[in-house]
């Protein structure tokens, strides 16, 4: 069922929904390597669960551990993109050349006035800006240890 060449949809993880290509059998029984190819679909090669895959009906013709560019040519040549309603990742086409360098712009920080940043902050802040000797509290008196009495013996 899952031979090389074999399309497929990941029904599982963070791929799920999009489509894929067997590549090579796994040693382990129930597992196969697929890929997108990552430039394509966005699957990238992966050793994947044959549970987590759904089979096509479409094979296209590769050799086992076929390299990701060879995929992309062959899904261009078959034109698999329009059969199968795959939508083409961004990257897989070049950027266009831009006509010169455009420089960032960067913007200097303005210079606050102290009395604007001070009416800025929070009440939580302002309170920790004010000085502490404003707010003297009274300080707790030492309790000294008193000996208990004693006691005449009988």
Sequence with gaps: MFSVGRLCIKTAGRECGRHCVVVKKDKEEGFVVVTGPKAATGVRRRRCNVEHLEPLELTIDIKADASDEEIAKI???EKLF???GIERKTYFQKPAKAEGKAKKETI????VPKEVREESKTPKEAKSAEPKAATKTPKAKKETKKEPAKKPAK
């Design 108 to 111: 200097a920080p303005k210079k």
């Design 75 to 77: 899904y261009e040549k």
């Design 82 to 84: 329009e059969k199968l």
